[in-house]
């Protein structure tokens, strides 16, 4: 090609942008300033919006409550926070260019339009149509329907336009449950294995105002009461990976005997999630019912880390102090003997949080606790403070095989479980103790120096 030629097509590419950009030919040109394009409407007016696109189902929704709906292609309840976002970014969009005598709207792409917004404000009806996006600029055309005469077309920059390009599915609430974690006051939870028959759990936990969570059922028991407050915000914060309209006979079977259940009670009510493996090969998913009954899909990763045994509710510390308040370790062994050590520092940090791994019993006798190695205890390990008060007392039993070292605390009847590192850390008899509070031997001086 010419230069020439290159010059004419470089000058006609100019003309075809200035006449789109201005104006139809004889058109009255465009202004530039930018002003909000509906400046009468808020998002607290919008009652209902909708949705329409070529090869899309029409989407509507409305308000219901304090949240939406979705009523069209069919009835759901809607994402709260994101037709929140959209009825900001509607009240709030603004024109940054407009042609008042516009030529054939077809070379905006608005005849007919990319996109077309719907909304009621008070009751009034209205709509936004748009179109391509600009030769230069970044910019949507746009126009706002109006009575009478031909709405001027506007430019709307491109990315805020987004945020009216959605589907059904963009628009669905995704919460599993449906509940705030603060005003949680009851939360009933099983677990069980199916490959494992009888294998799992279900328990009861009850919140007060004074003392947390405790558990209640399958007995009175102390809760860890961090534990219980993730738990309850992961349930809250659970969403979904796609929704199960219509579920068949597999999904039915499968979450009729759930791995997983949650009741979460608050005063308004309860609500019940069941989880379940997805019929057919597709371990990175779970099925779910959440509320309303509604059948769900999420990603298996969101709730691998769900109790799966009454222990992870337990309030399992053994031990808690400041290891700087130890002043000294009173050791008694089961043969009698026993001693006064210094507050060995690498001892003292790990009785200052130490947690059982397990429980081995509730309670037992004291023929079984004997067998065990605590009656008398293998080795009673009691920390004091400089005023002789008690830091922590924990009675050693024998090693339990691979499960650990079983344990008692001073003032329980349960047989814990504790890891069997511990048996590594703490001496097995007096002159062990006696090793640690020797001074470390200076190094000798090489022959000839």
């Excluded at 009621?120 to 329907?145: D, I």
């Amino acid at each position: 090609m010419s230069f020439r030629a290159t010059g004419l097509l470089a000058l006609v590419t100019a003309a075809l942008a200035a006449f789109v950009w201005f104006g139809e030919p004889g058109g009255s040109g465009g202004e530039s300033s930018a002003e909000r394009l509906l400046p009468d409407l808020t998002p607290e007016r919008i009652d209902s919006l909708s949705f329409e696109a070529p090869g899309r189902d029409a989407v509507r929704v409305m308000r219901k409550g304090e949240g939406w709906q979705l009523v069209e292609p069919l009835e759901a309840p809607a994402d709260p926070l994101a037709l929140d976002r959209i009825a900001r970014s509607l009240s709030e969009l603004e024109s940054r260019g407009r042609i008042e005598e516009p030529g054939a709207r077809e070379i905006y792409g608005l005849d007919p339009p990319r996109n077309r917004v719907g909304w009621s404000a008070s009751g009034e009806a209205s709509e936004l149509a748009l179109g391509r996006v600009t030769p230069v600029g970044g910019n949507v055309y746009a126009s706002v329907a109006t009575s009478g005469e031909a709405p001027p077309v506007h430019m709307v920059e491109a990315t805020a336009a987004l945020a009216f390009d959605v589907a059904a599915d963009d628009l669905r609430d995704r919460r599993l449950l449906a509940f705030e974690p603060g005003e949680v006051t009851r939360l009933r939870v099983a677990a069980r294995d199916p490959g494992a028959p009888g294998a799992g759990f279900e328990a009861t936990l009850e919140r007060s105002d004074t003392d947390g969570w405790a558990i209640v059922v399958p007995a009175p028991l102390p809760a860890d009461v961090r534990a219980i407050d993730r738990l309850v915000s992961d349930l809250s914060l659970l969403r979904a990976e796609g929704f199960v309209d219509a579920p068949g006979d597999a999904d039915r079977r499968a979450i009729e005997a759930p791995a997983f259940v949650a009741v979460v009670e608050t005063a308004t009510g309860a609500q019940r999630l069941d989880l379940a493996p997805v019929p057919g090969d597709a371990p990175h998913l779970r099925l779910a019912r959440g509320r309303d009954g509604r059948f769900f899909q999420l990603r298996s990763a969101l709730v691998e880390h769900l109790p799966s045994r009454l222990f992870d509710l337990r309030d399992r510390e053994l031990a808690r102090f400041d290891p700087a308040a130890a002043a000294a370790i009173e050791v008694d062994f089961a043969d009698g003997a026993s001693l006064t050590s210094e507050p060995h520092s690498e001892i003292v940090r790990a009785l200052a949080e130490l947690d059982a791994v397990g429980v081995a019993a509730e309670a037992l006798g004291p023929d079984e606790r004997a067998a065990l190695g605590l009656a008398p205890a293998r080795m009673r390990v009691r920390v004091l403070d400089e005023g002789a008060g008690e830091l922590a007392d924990l009675r050693l039993g024998r090693l339990d095989g691979a499960r650990g070292v079983v344990a008692q605390v001073g003032g329980q009847e349960t047989i814990w479980l504790v890891d069997p590192a511990i048996d590594k850390l703490l001496p097995s008899d007096a002159s062990g103790w006696s090793a640690l509070a020797e001074p470390e031997a200076a190094p000798q001086p090489a022959e000839g120096d």
